[in-house]
């Protein structure tokens, strides 16, 4: 397999691949498979795809009989954080209940994120960013969630333009300042206090879209409407957390407010799917974060997908849910959640890019978008589910430069 060297820019030809996936947008077979395709790069956009035969080109890197395929997009994760909350899980694991003074959920996370500044934070999320990267993934939206607090939101916001920057990743980012409610706060001046924020979110453009967690214990019906309603009003595109441990009713409010995704969706109902389906909102599944919380009510994948409605996966790493890699997650949402590897990859690439509002620039291989795509080291695609565990990501290619 020959690489090209990081800095390569120009016309560059990926060739050599048993198969090229583009997941284009009207790929029949969802993964636009096109056996022994090749890619041509020019100034870091995707110029052809396809049976092209001798093409001229500055750089020329041979797949070496791998698969060819888009970059993943993760399009859920709270990748920024401070902290590690390994002795909660460990305990959960062993089924007795964590030490005393060790960071429990959300509100200990906040415990350890809010003395962080952004450059902190930057330097705290910036190794899992490039384990990310290392396992394919090319696009992250991240929210924000654990500061709980107007300075300390804004300081996530920021940290994620210096980590797009530094990490070299395409960063989509997401005001989520309706994550939990914070100790010794009332529920309505807190409310208020995340309306108040967004008016800066949306000036200094930190963020694309506004989320907020609606389920029991955390904000309600009403909460919810309020500050998705205020995202709407200053520009910020909503986005749903519902569902997944009590049955909320937002799955109506997120259709009604024209929300891009709902994430969660454990309890939410059939017809609810049906009305989701209908509205056009994504639905994201996060498989491992329903094996790490070890979930008594797990989404299957499937079942929503037959229902109509368009899936996206994503790793939802987080101090719960460590993980960086949307391998893992194609192997769980196949063998756990009933998906073909077929949807699983479409759910992780075009489908993903969708779920980020960025399926016109990102997540297939078609003429004009964006170069970003891996090489397999393996010759077939179902190996991405087959071979559980293993990175089979060899070399990626970011706006047409190998990164990896």
């Known amino acids: 397999m020959t690489v090209a060297p990081c ?6 030809l990926v ?3 048993a198969e090229v996936l583009t997941c284009a947008a009207g790929a029949a077979d969802l993964i636009g498979r096109v056996p022994g395709g090749s890619v041509l790069i020019e100034d870091g956009r995707i110029v052809a795809v396809g049976s092209l035969g001798a093409v001229a080109a500055d750089v020329v890197v041979d797949a070496g009989g791998g698969v060819v395929m888009p970059g993943f ?6 990748v920024v954080f401070g902290g590690s909350r390994v002795d909660e899980y460990a305990a959960r694991c062993a089924g007795s209940e964590p030490p005393p003074g060790v960071p429990i959920g959300i509100v200990g996370t906040m415990t350890a994120t809010r003395p962080l500044d952004a450059r902190a934070l930057a330097d705290a999320s910036a190794p899992r960013l490039r384990e990310m990267l290392a396992h394919g993934t090319t696009t992250v939206e ?5 500061g709980l607090a107007r300075g300390a939101e804004i300081a996530m916001l920021e940290a994620n333009r210096l980590l797009a920057d530094e990490v070299g990743i395409d960063i989509v980012a997401t005001y989520l300042g309706a994550h939990a409610l914070p100790p010794g706060a009332g529920r309505a001046a807190y409310v208020d206090e995340v309306i108040a924020t967004i008016p800066e979110v949306a000036e200094r453009r930190l963020a694309t879209f506004c989320d907020v967690y609606c389920d029991d214990g955390y904000f309600t019906l009403d909460e919810s409407r309020r500050i998705l309603e205020a995202g709407l009003a200053h520009g910020l595109r909503p986005k749903v957390h519902l569902d997944a441990y009590s ?5 109506g409010l997120a259709t009604e407010l024209g929300a891009t995704t709902v994430d969660h969706l454990n309890h939410t109902a059939a017809t609810e799917i049906e009305a989701l389906a209908a509205a056009g909102v994504i639905g994201v599944v996060m498989p491992l974060l329903d094996f790490a919380a070890q979930h008594p009510h797990p989404v299957h994948a499937r079942t929503l997908a037959d ?7 994503a790793t939802d790493i987080c101090p719960g849910c460590y993980t960086a890699s949307m391998q893992v997650v194609i192997q769980h949402a196949c063998r756990s959640g009933g998906l073909s590897v077929a949807q699983a990859i479409r759910a992780s690439t075009f489908d993903a890019a969708a779920a980020t509002g960025c399926a016109d620039r990102v997540g297939s291989l078609e003429a004009g978008k964006q170069a970003d795509l891996l090489i397999l080291d393996t010759d077939r695609h179902e190996d991405l589910a087959y071979r559980i565990g293993h990175n089979a990501v060899r070399i990626v290619v970011r706006q047409g430069r190998v990164v990896v």
């Open 7 to 12: 800095g390569s820019r120009g016309r560059l």
């Open 15 to 17: 060739t050599g691949a």
């Open 73 to 78: 997009v993760d399009c859920h994760t709270h």
């Open 142 to 146: 991240s929210k924000t969630g654990y």
């Open 247 to 251: 049955h909320t009713g937002a799955a």
């Open 307 to 313: 229902a109509g409605l368009r899936i996206a996966l």
